[in-house]
């Protein structure tokens, strides 16, 4: 039996927390690939903030989204891109990244292991959303960013 306390770590997974989808698959278009959610710390805890662990599998990355709230990420294994508005960065294990309001951004495995990070955000935040069609090409004027970002052919459908 787990209980909320404590929660034993073994290889990036935690006992007692499920391993999820990123974002639900059957909601809108699909807007990552291989990567997969545990929500360490959640409303159950009765904390202003969540505490997440994600991570993509080779190949992997997050959804090009942008929002309100600040995002702060650490880095826990493998190496990836972050894209932050105009920005591209280098990441690997304990570098730090925080994303600030309505920043776009993704992270994107380019390693050949997994790419994982913790991601803390306020407890009460506003949901994400798509960058415009428009964005994106703005985005890509960047030739480091252009080669690196991913959008799914089904993000627009």
Partial sequence: ???NIFHKFNDFVWDGISKIDYKPSGDGPVTFNETTRQNLVENNLNTDFHLRYFECAIDGFSTLEKHEHVHVVMIARGKGKVI??????DAEPMDLITIPPHAFHQL???GEEPFGFFCTVDAKRDKFNLLTQEEILSLKKNPEIANY???PKKYFD
């Fill in 1 to 3: 039996m787990t209980d």
């Fill in 108 to 110: 994107i495995n380019t």
């Fill in 84 to 89: 932050v508005n105009d920005k591209i960065y």
């Fill in 149 to 151: 970002i991913q959008v």
